[in-house]
């Protein structure tokens, strides 16, 4: 069964602006962690921030944010003030429990217009 | 080293050969894990190395794949009988503990004519 959720295939944003990327989770247990990554055309794939189950507060890592919905089983990575290098794709990615392994979405690509 | 170290970087191999893919994780790092991301798509996981042990190998297609740790730092990826549907960029992943962060490699992009 899928467990991450990447809805938007690609989104575009115009340089300057913000963006919201989505993705949904599903999961039954109570202790777990959602993390984004970004992966530029070069391959390499690029921590930005991550999110526990138990943190009451939204996560914060410069220009970016995670909108944590607990109830809702959402947590969508927003970019404010996008810059030409945020183009990309992005992926979300869940950890369950006491599980080490790490499960991701399809991904978005993102496309930021000068 | 500095990094998580992949090689190679490109292998091109025929239908039916074997192929080895090495990854070198972060010293110190115990847990290790190998990914395969098809164009398009998002990571698949494959592998789970906490130590020398595999830890969770669900993620394995088939038993053409197997992959070794022996010492607790390098780990080889190992595919018997190549197919075409094996191309894919194959990534290394490793992290200090297993429960933090992970820091990924740049891939080995794998490519079966």
């Known amino acids: 069964a899928q467990k991450i959720t990447q809805t938007q295939p690609g989104m575009f944003v115009q340089e300057k602006e913000a963006v919201t990327l989505d993705c949904t989770y599903d999961?039954?247990?109570?202790?777990?962690?959602l993390f984004w990554y970004k992966q530029p055309s070069s391959g390499e794939m690029i921590f930005l921030i991550y999110?526990?189950?138990?943190?009451?507060q939204n996560a914060t890592e410069g220009r970016y944010s995670l909108n944590f919905q607990k109830a809702r089983k959402s947590a969508n990575l927003v970019i404010s003030a996008s810059q030409l290098g945020d183009s990309a794709m992005y992926f979300c990615?869940?950890?369950?429990?006491?599980?080490?392994?790490?499960?991701f979405g399809a991904g978005t690509r993102l496309t930021v217009k000068p | 080293g500095a990094g998580v170290s992949q090689t190679p970087s490109n292998k091109v191999t025929e239908k039916g050969k074997y192929v080895e893919l090495r990854c070198d994780p972060i010293?110190?790092?115990?847990?290790l894990y190998w990914y395969r991301q098809s164009l398009g798509q998002g990571p698949e996981f494959l592998i789970y190395?906490?130590?020398?042990?595999?830890?969770?190998d669900s993620g394995l297609p088939n038993d053409r794949f197997f992959a070794v740790r022996p010492e607790g730092s390098v780990s080889t990826l190992k595919i018997q009988r190549t197919e075409r549907g094996d191309s894919a960029v194959y990534l290394c992943?490793?992290?200090?503990?297993?429960?933090?962060?992970?820091?990924f490699g740049s891939g080995t992009r794998l490519t079966v004519v």
């Open positions: 992943a490793s992290s200090l503990t297993g429960g933090d962060g992970y820091t």
């Open positions: 999961t039954s247990d109570q202790s777990y962690g």
């Open positions: 999110q526990g189950s138990y943190d009451e």
């Open positions: 990615a869940m950890r369950e429990g006491i599980e080490y392994d790490m499960r």
């Open positions: 010293s110190g790092h115990t847990a």
């Open positions: 190395f906490q130590g020398t042990g595999a830890a969770d």
